[in-house]
């Protein structure tokens, strides 16, 4: 489930809160990098300080996320109904069972997966065909061994 530049981005109300204070944290640590670039700069030549070399570059990459965090928070559509009662929509918890026993998932959107958590994307091959099912239902999707199936189990 690819999203298109510009289009919302379904997420779980605790997903959204999660961004926010990620971009609280980042947007306190910046200071501190902006200083030790400066601190790095005033180290003479520029062309071997691989300390200001190696703090630009994290800085860069905390402006980066910054920038990426901003954007998905600005275009986040928070999902506060599942929907259907017993039917699989994002903010869903589910029991599926497949060839390895059972799993359980909470139901997030696709930037918020996280699978050591529990959180099933609905941009993932699984969660794309879990939505819209129902308790008892088989789904098959591409794994990169081939094709899965697993049956839903239980909705809360």
Request: proline share 4%.
């Amino acid at each position: 489930m690819a999203q298109e530049k510009g289009a919302p981005i379904p997420m779980t109300s605790a997903g959204f809160e999660a961004l926010k204070a990620e971009l609280a944290e980042l947007r306190a640590r910046r200071p501190a990098m902006v200083a030790e670039v400066a601190s790095a700069r005033s180290q003479g030549d520029l062309s071997e300080n691989f300390a200001y070399h190696d703090a630009r570059q994290h800085l860069g990459m905390l402006d980066g996320r910054i920038q990426t965090v901003e954007n998905t928070l600005k275009r986040a559509e928070v999902v506060e109904e599942t929907g259907a009662k017993g039917v699989i929509r994002i903010g869903s918890r589910v029991v599926v069972s497949d060839e390895f026993g059972e799993s359980s998932y909470e139901i997030v959107g696709p930037t918020e997966g996280n699978m050591t958590r529990g959180m099933l994307s609905v941009a993932s091959p699984l969660g794309a065909a879990l939505v819209d099912r129902r308790a008892g239902d088989s789904v098959t999707f591409k794994t990169p061994a081939g094709e899965g199936r697993a049956t839903v189990v239980r909705i809360s």
